[in-house]
């Protein structure tokens, strides 16, 4: 088939349904009937030679050939929006990044992570925090470009994703400067009986770090476990406790000297990866973003 024969009003009648995610929701967005919009995806259908969708009465969810169209259709018709964003000085071109990240993930390692698109003049971001099943099926509902998560995610035939590894740390044990400045713990050797504040239990971490006490035979009293690393960055801040965290999440009270490591273990480590779509397109900054990972990764 030549390109000549493409027909781009069906394409983005595709493109619309695919990223509205129904035949309803789509119709109203271009002000067009459901069964226009039905009769134009199936006449490209019929002239790729190849389904688009799996559908099952009125379902339609993309399958992996539809995936990968609709991935080169939003580069296409990203391009021309942003094209007329330009001629018409709305944005000066402005390429939307959508990234997803897990409620449990530090802040300061995304952004970290994301600081060259803050420089680019050409990005407009948005970030969106969650559960990691629910920003994974966002990313495959085309809502989102990528999910930041602590954990890689399987891929598998209903979800064909790639987790990009982007670095790793050790886990830090910190305290106030005022109360453990110059003392050093043995981890978990010296934790017996010692306050301590935790990532919760839906933390890797946090199954590291409870394997590694009940292995030695160690006991530290419990004193918080917090979810939000931004809530127990503040804990460590302002309790007499030691903490439990990444040092990149405490990265600048360490440096003011507000705060002190106080013990390491190897065997406690925390992993960043990158979630997108097996065969997806990315959007040019967030391509050259994935593509250095390796040269930005937080590996110690």
């Known amino acids: 088939m030549d390109l000549n024969q493409l027909n781009f009003r069906h394409l983005y009648y595709?493109?619309?349904?695919?990223?509205?995610?129904?035949?309803?929701?789509a119709s109203d967005s271009v002000?067009?009937?459901?069964?226009?919009?039905?009769?134009?995806?199936?006449?490209?259908?019929?002239?790729?030679?190849?389904?688009?969708?799996?559908?099952?009465?009125?379902?339609?969810?993309?399958?992996?050939?539809?995936q990968h169209v609709f991935a080169y259709a939003e580069n296409i018709f990203g391009l021309g929006e942003q094209m007329l964003g330009w001629i018409e000085g709305r944005g000066e071109g402005t390429t939307d990044v959508r990234v997803g990240s897990v409620s449990t993930m530090s802040r300061n390692f995304q952004v970290n992570w994301l600081r060259p698109l803050f420089r680019d003049p050409r990005v407009t971001?948005?970030?969106?925090?969650?559960?990691?099943?629910?920003?994974?099926?966002?990313?495959?509902?085309?809502?989102?470009?990528?999910?930041?998560?602590n954990e890689p995610v399987p891929s598998d035939s209903a979800h064909?994703?790639?987790?990009?590894?982007?670095?790793?740390?050790?886990?830090?044990?910190?305290?106030?400067?005022?109360?453990?400045?110059?003392?050093?713990?043995?981890?978990?050797?010296?934790?017996?009986?010692?306050?301590?504040?935790?990532?919760?239990?839906r933390h890797s971490v946090r199954t590291q770090f409870d394997a590694l006490c009940i292995s030695a035979g160690a006991e530290p009293r419990v004193r918080a476990e917090i979810d939000d690393m931004t809530m127990l960055r503040l804990v460590a801040r302002d309790s007499g406790w030691i903490t439990?965290?990444?040092e990149v999440v405490v990265q600048d009270e360490l440096r003011s000297h507000e705060l002190v490591n106080v013990g390491q273990s190897s065997q406690l480590v925390e992993r960043f990866y990158a979630i997108t779509e097996r065969h997806g397109q990315f959007v040019e900054p967030l391509?050259?973003?994935?593509?250095?990972a390796n040269d930005n990764a937080l590996t110690r």
């Open 160 to 201: 064909v994703v790639s987790s990009r590894f982007l670095g790793s740390q050790v886990i830090s044990l910190v305290g106030r400067a005022d109360r453990w400045s110059g003392i050093t713990l043995r981890v978990p050797q010296d934790l017996n009986g010692v306050e301590v504040a935790l990532p919760s239990m």
């Open 31 to 66: 002000h067009t009937s459901q069964s226009t919009l039905s009769t134009q995806i199936k006449q490209l259908e019929d002239r790729l030679g190849k389904p688009l969708f799996d559908r099952s009465g009125r379902s339609m969810e993309l399958n992996a050939i539809g």
């Open 14 to 25: 595709f493109w619309q349904v695919a990223k509205e995610g129904s035949l309803l929701a």
């Open 244 to 246: 439990v965290l990444p």
């Open 287 to 292: 391509g050259r973003l994935l593509h250095s």
């Open 125 to 149: 971001l948005s970030v969106d925090s969650g559960p990691l099943d629910a920003l994974v099926e966002r990313l495959l509902r085309h809502q989102l470009d990528v999910v930041l998560a």
